[in-house]
């Protein structure tokens, strides 16, 4: 739960990963942000920090991967990491360097090098456009259709208001967690 609450903490702050942000320059901003975090989740903003680093280190492992295995290189069926999908915010603003294995780099120096012909690499990249595209993702569930359908509502909220009710929907949703605990009751 520790690191669930560590990325929708980080996920209200956009100029920590939003390389388009005004702000993601900002280290004033973004330690500010950090400081926050850390009360947010409850534990040092150092710790915050390394926690973070960790989490999205693991999550552009698991995109290397899928990528590898959309290219071909992997096969059978894997388990995805349990917070892929909560992290997919993060997807817009990965370079493709971040994501990508030796390949780019292998693909780089391939069109660097004159040649007669198309090289190896460019016959796999023409291989795979010739493939059909992927199929559709599975329809949504009753859930993430009505976590969808609060997105226009909350974005009528001020800017200012966002993060505090973005918090107390998160806090009604752990609050309704069958392992919470609620010290409160016993006063």
Same mark, same amino acid.
């Given at each position: 739960?520790?690191?669930?609450?560590?990325?929708?903490?980080?996920?209200?702050?956009?100029?920590?990963?939003?390389? *388009?942000?005004?702000?993601?320059?900002?280290? /004033?901003?973004?330690?500010? *942000?950090?400081?926050?975090?850390?009360?947010?989740?409850?534990? *040092?903003?150092?710790?915050?920090?390394?926690?973070?680093?960790?989490?999205?280190?693991?999550?552009?492992?698991?995109?290397?991967?899928?990528?590898?295995?959309?290219?071909?290189? *992997?096969?059978?069926?894997?388990?995805?990491?349990?917070?892929?999908?909560?992290?997919?915010?993060?997807?817009?603003?990965?370079?493709?360097?971040?994501?990508?294995?030796?390949?780019? &780099?292998?693909?780089?120096?391939?069109?660097?090098?004159?040649? &007669?012909?198309?090289?190896?690499?460019?016959?796999?990249?023409?291989?795979?456009?010739?493939?059909?595209?992927?199929?559709?993702?599975?329809?949504?569930?009753?859930?993430?259709?009505?976590?969808?359908?609060?997105?226009? /509502?909350? &974005?009528?909220?001020?800017?200012?208001?966002?993060?505090?009710?973005?918090?107390?929907?998160?806090?009604?949703?752990?609050?309704?967690?069958?392992? /919470?605990?609620?010290?409160?009751?016993?006063?």
């Amino acid at each position: 739960i520790m690191e669930e609450k560590l990325i929708v903490a980080v996920c209200d702050h956009p100029e920590l990963y939003n390389t *388009a942000s005004y702000w993601y320059r900002d280290r /004033t901003k973004k330690d500010l *942000a950090w400081r926050r975090i850390g009360e947010a989740v409850g534990l *040092a903003e150092d710790l915050c920090r390394k926690r973070w680093n960790g989490l999205r280190e693991t999550y552009l492992k698991e995109q290397r991967k899928c990528l590898e295995k959309r290219s071909g290189s *992997a096969a059978g069926p894997s388990k995805r990491w349990k917070y892929s999908a909560v992290m997919s915010f993060l997807d817009p603003f990965i370079s493709p360097r971040d994501t990508s294995s030796n390949m780019v &780099q292998g693909v780089e120096e391939d069109r660097k090098r004159p040649s &007669q012909g198309p090289s190896e690499m460019d016959l796999v990249i023409m291989e795979a456009l010739r493939r059909p595209p992927p199929p559709p993702p599975p329809p949504m569930s009753a859930d993430e259709m009505f976590l969808k359908s609060l997105l226009p /509502t909350l &974005q009528r909220v001020p800017p200012e208001n966002r993060d505090f009710v973005k918090l107390k929907m998160y806090k009604v949703l752990v609050d309704n967690l069958p392992v /919470t605990l609620n010290l409160e009751n016993f006063d």
